[in-house]
């Protein structure tokens, strides 16, 4: 059974400052996504990560994959208040395909404090 | 552009009735899926789709029932509501995920509680 972790589960930070979120997972797989969430509201895509050593990046975010390691990591650079909302890794369980089935982690709430 | 429209958004229901969610998208995608978050526990596959005629179960199917007779629908079906199914449902499509960058789109979510 594939099990994904992220940590923190909850992060409080200051405006300006930097930090990671760590998205672990327990089976082989080259194909990881990050999902935002904003409260009350619906889910939408970040990043999509398909091989080991991606990177992608938008705006104060950057994502990577190192699927050797079984890690991806989602980090935010000189956050600011717009950036809060809960963020979510997911992971497909099949490495070089996919068996439909996309495994999320319990998800970061990240809250920006002016 | 619609993308994925989920109905009702809101429902309450009584232990033991049944109700059918519905989800419809206008994306042409093969791909489709329903998900339910519960507080603490991130979001767990209900069941899936891969195309009209074509369902699976996936990690948390009891208590439900899809079917998928087109392309643009994927209903989820609660036969007998339990408290234990109080939950946010969310639909969500894709691409089929093997062949493309294909993430999720997921619809605005429907808030059911089981009294």
């Known amino acids: 059974e594939l099990k994904v972790e992220q940590n923190p589960l909850f992060l409080s930070m200051q405006e300006g400052k930097n930090y990671t979120i760590y998205c672990n997972y327990s089976?082989?797989?080259?194909?990881l996504y990050w999902y935002r969430q904003d409260p009350g509201k619906s889910l939408e895509s970040l990043f999509v990560l398909l091989s080991n050593g991606a990177v992608k990046q938008e705006g104060r975010l950057m994502a990577s994959l190192d699927t050797k390691a079984r890690l991806s990591t989602l980090h935010i650079t000189a956050a600011v208040h717009d950036l809060s909302a809960t963020y979510f890794c997911a992971v497909d369980g099949v490495r070089g395909g996919s068996n439909y089935k996309l495994t999320f982690g319990k998800g970061t709430l990240l809250t920006v404090n002016p | 552009n619609a993308g994925v429209t989920q109905t009702p958004k809101f429902q309450v229901l009584k232990t033991g009735q049944s109700m059918t969610l519905q989800c419809a998208q206008d994306?042409?995608?093969?791909?489709m899926s329903w998900y339910r978050q519960d507080p603490g526990m991130g979001l767990r596959l209900i069941h899936y789709?891969?195309?009209?005629?074509?369902?699976d179960q996936g990690e948390v199917p009891n208590g439900y029932n899809v079917s998928r007779s087109t392309t643009e629908d994927f209903p989820l079906r609660l036969l007998s509501a339990a408290p234990s199914q109080t939950s946010v449902y969310f639909c969500?499509?894709?691409?089929?995920?093997?062949?493309?960058?294909?993430?999720?789109?997921f619809g605005n979510g429907t808030r059911l509680t089981v009294t």
């Open positions: 789709s891969v195309g009209a005629g074509i369902t």
């Open positions: 994306m042409n995608h093969e791909y």
């Open positions: 089976t082989t797989s080259d194909r």
């Open positions: 969500a499509s894709s691409l089929l995920p093997s062949s493309y960058n294909s993430p999720l789109h």
